[in-house]
């Protein structure tokens, strides 16, 4: 069982940054790959990032490739995504979700476990 809960979301005008955390609970966080979603209203829930377990791999939707990271450290349970030149188009609840296997699942049912969501509003 692993418990997420993001934190960092906040309004940002165009062109600003932002740098969300998840933080999770369990002594098994190493052995999950962990992804960020996101959902904007009226829309599906739509995948933004994953990194592996150990870190050394990470995948990006089309739309947020170059201007978002993803990192993680194993020792505190923590995975972060920092958001650079952020766009009216991101404004979205940005959720932390955890799955075992490969970090190349893009699909919400793929994962896991969640958190309840952060809110990112970017104004133009």
């Known amino acids: 069982q692993v418990q997420l809960i993001e934190s960092g979301g906040g309004l940002v005008q165009a062109g600003g940054s932002l740098r969300l955390s998840c933080a999770a609970s369990g002594r098994t966080f190493s052995t999950y790959t962990m992804g960020w979603f996101r959902q904007a209203p009226g829309k599906e829930r739509e995948f933004v990032a994953s990194i592996s377990q150990n870190g050394l791999s990470s995948y990006f939707a089309a739309s947020v490739k170059g201007r978002f990271t993803i990192s993680r450290d194993n020792a505190k349970n923590t995975v972060s995504l920092q958001m650079n030149s952020l766009k009216p188009e991101d404004t979205a609840v940005y959720y932390c979700?955890?799955?075992?296997?490969?970090?190349?699942?893009?699909?919400?049912?793929?994962?896991?476990?969640w958190g309840q969501g952060t809110q990112v509003t970017v104004s133009s």
């Open positions: 979700a955890a799955r075992a296997g490969s970090l190349y699942f893009v699909r919400s049912r793929d994962y896991e476990y």
